[in-house]
Nanobody
Framework: QVQLVESGGGLVQPGGSLRLSCAAS????????VAWFRHTPGKEREFVAA????????YYADAVKGRFTISRDYAENTRYLQMNSLKPEDTGVYYC???????????????????????WGQGTQVTVSS
């Protein structure tokens, strides 16, 4: 079992920045990929960004390319989502998700599929408003 805990959400003005953290514990050796999803008002939960657990090529939704960066901390079991140039439409609950060996390795467009992630955090609220 893998436990994921998100933090770093909050209220920020348009154009501002936030950094979200996802701390993983438990069977972290079984994780292949970590991703961020978000649930914005009036929409289904959607993919934001993904990174292989051991690092490597990152993958982003078109809506956040050039503004958000997903990264890893080499010393800790923590993954980050740096969000810059935030817009009101980025408001929502952000979830960390992990894909592990019980599902199998994924890549490319598979990163966007919620069903391929078998571990989820509780979410952290991000509100972009003036």
């Amino acid at each position: 079992q893998v436990q994921l805990v998100e933090s770093g959400g909050g209220l920020v003005q348009p154009g501002g920045s936030l950094r979200l953290s996802c701390a993983a514990s438990g069977r972290t050796f079984s994780i292949y990929t970590v991703a961020w999803f978000r649930h914005t008002p009036g929409k289904e939960r959607e993919f934001v960004a993904a990174i292989p657990w051991s690092g490597g090529l990152t993958y982003y939704a078109d809506a956040v390319k050039g503004r958000f960066t997903i990264s890893r901390d080499y010393a800790e079991n923590t993954r980050y989502l740096q969000m810059n140039s935030l817009k009101p439409e980025d408001t929502g609950v952000y979830y960390c998700a992990a894909n592990s060996n019980t599902i199998g390795r994924i890549s490319g467009s598979q990163y966007e599929r919620e069903a391929l992630y078998n571990n989820w955090g509780q979410g952290t609220q991000v509100t972009v408003s003036s």
